[in-house]
Nanobody, 124 residues
Framework: QVQLVESGGGLVQAGGSLRLSCAGS????????MGWFRQAPGKEREYVTA????????KYADSVKGRFTISRDNAESMMYLQMNSLKPEDTAVYYC?????????????????WGQGTQVTVFT
């Protein structure tokens, strides 16, 4: 089992950057595939990006490709999301999540553990 806590959200002007962090507890953090998801008001939670257990493979939703970068540090039980060139449509609560289904990194249904979320608001 792993507990997850996000941080780093905030208010940022369009075109700016934010770095989200996800701290995991438990000695098995490195066993899990990890992902970032987001949920805007009135919308379903959607996949943003994912990374495999070792960090050697990453995936991105088309809407964030080229702007967001996911990374992880298993020694520190941390995962990060660097968000650049932010747009108002990136406004949402961002969640980190962990899965032990390595072949289903983009599907939220396969994620077993979730953080509480951190708000990101992008204004013009």
């Amino acid at each position: 089992q792993v507990q997850l806590v996000e941080s780093g959200g905030g208010l940022v002007q369009a075109g700016g950057s934010l770095r989200l962090s996800c701290a995991g507890s438990g000695r098995t953090f490195g066993n899990y595939g990890m992902g970032w998801f987001r949920q805007a008001p009135g919308k379903e939670r959607e996949y943003v990006t994912a990374i495999n257990w070792s960090g050697s493979s990453t995936k991105y939703a088309d809407s964030v490709k080229g702007r967001f970068t996911i990374s992880r540090d298993n020694a520190e039980s941390m995962m990060y999301l660097q968000m650049n060139s932010l747009k108002p449509e990136d406004t949402a609560v961002y969640y980190c999540a962990a899965t032990n289904e390595p072949d289903s990194l983009t599907a939220k249904e396969y994620y077993n553990y979730w953080g509480q979320g951190t708000q990101v608001t992008v204004f013009t």
